[in-house]
């Protein structure tokens, strides 16, 4: 099964502990997750279903390609990491 684990800074906003989860893509993956663990979501996605902006999810070694629609593909062994973005300059 996929595994999501989330970084320190946005597990001290919301209690969002490391799971395996099932589905053969990243929104299934975050959906499964959500369903266990509702609040999270509003932290990773904004109203559309897209990540949010100062959101960057890795599959893998790569970032996600679809962040509208989370369509990248995983497999059994996949980590999905979520993260904050860094931005400024």
């Not at 209690?15 to 997750?33: D, H, K, R, W």
């Not at 904004?46 to 989370?70: A, E, N, T, Y």
Request: aromatic share 6%.
């Amino acid at each position: 099964m996929p595994t999501i684990t989330f970084t320190a800074n946005l597990r001290r906003h919301v209690a969002c502990p490391t799971a395996q989860v099932a589905g053969t893509t990243v929104a299934q993956c975050l959906a499964a997750y959500f369903a266990v663990h509702p609040a999270v979501r509003s932290y990773v996605l904004d109203d559309q279903g897209g990540v949010r902006r100062h959101v960057v999810v890795f599959v893998g070694s790569d970032q996600l390609r679809d962040p509208s629609k989370q369509t990248d593909a995983v497999g059994p062994a996949t980590e999905i990491t979520v993260m904050q973005a860094l931005s400024g300059g």
